[in-house]
């Protein structure tokens, strides 16, 4: 039997953007299409929502900005810092986050679909309440990370750190941990079923459960 064929759908981008300095977002009516920033800090949105479609963002700040309600439609960001931002309510759409920082980012309340996170720091972020969609987090630190009461559908953890993250509440059915590492996360319990873990993962949940596992 084959594969499972990836369903993701990749960022759809124009072979060209203008290059745009970030302070040059205002003067865009707040819908952002085809443009490339590329080294330095984005403001706060100070409340406005903005739009950003077809875009790149290349060794590009977030951090510590307020960017709430943003939504981000084929969007390639390449080394980038979103450090401790405010994302609550945002959406990412054929987006694909590389060799990036995510350190205490809150992304909680978002919709993120057919988004791709790979070579990154996602420690202590937050995706409380969450829905993902075709999600693929490949080669992360995802440790202390939080998933509460997320909606999953096709989301992928792929050779991922995730000791200690938080899953409560969280439907695992036909997520795939086993080619990740943790010692232990958190989860409920009824809400296990039909998760993928390795042989050793399986040992893990069953002495968290409180059986005794006997050697043969």
């Known amino acids: 039997m084959g594969e499972k064929k990836d369903k993701r759908v990749r960022p759809r981008l124009s072979p060209e953007h203008e290059l745009l300095r970030p302070s040059d977002i205002w003067s865009l009516d707040r819908f952002v299409e ?3 920033f590329e080294g330095g800090v984005m403001p ?9 479609d077809n ?3 290349k060794d590009m700040s977030f951090a510590n ?6 939504e981000f439609v084929d969007v390639l960001f390449q080394t980038c810092d979103f450090s401790n931002v405010q994302m609550e309510n945002a959406t990412f759409h054929r987006c694909e986050i590389v060799n990036s920082k995510l350190t205490g980012a809150d992304i909680a309340n978002s919709n993120l679909g057919h988004l791709l996170v790979k070579d ?4 202590y972020a937050n995706f409380n309440f969450s829905e993902m969609k075709e999600i693929e987090f490949v080669n992360c630190n ?13 989301a992928r953890f792929e050779k991922c750190k995730i000791d200690n993250a938080n899953f409560l509440e969280t439907d695992l059915d036909g997520v795939d941990l086993s080619n ?3 010692d232990r996360i958190e ?9 993928i873990v390795s042989k050793e993962q399986a040992l893990g949940f069953a002495r968290a459960l409180g059986l005794t596992v006997k050697d043969e």
């Open 55 to 57: 875009c790149v963002f």
């Open 187 to 195: 989860v409920t319990v009824p809400k296990i079923a039909g998760c």
């Open 34 to 36: 085809k443009v490339r």
């Open 65 to 70: 900005a307020d960017w709430r309600g943003v």
């Open 120 to 123: 990154s720091d996602v420690r």
């Open 180 to 182: 990740s590492s943790f």
């Open 142 to 154: 995802l440790m202390d990370s939080d998933y509460y009461e997320c909606q999953f559908k096709e």
């Open 44 to 52: 706060s949105a100070d409340g406005e929502r903005f739009v950003f």
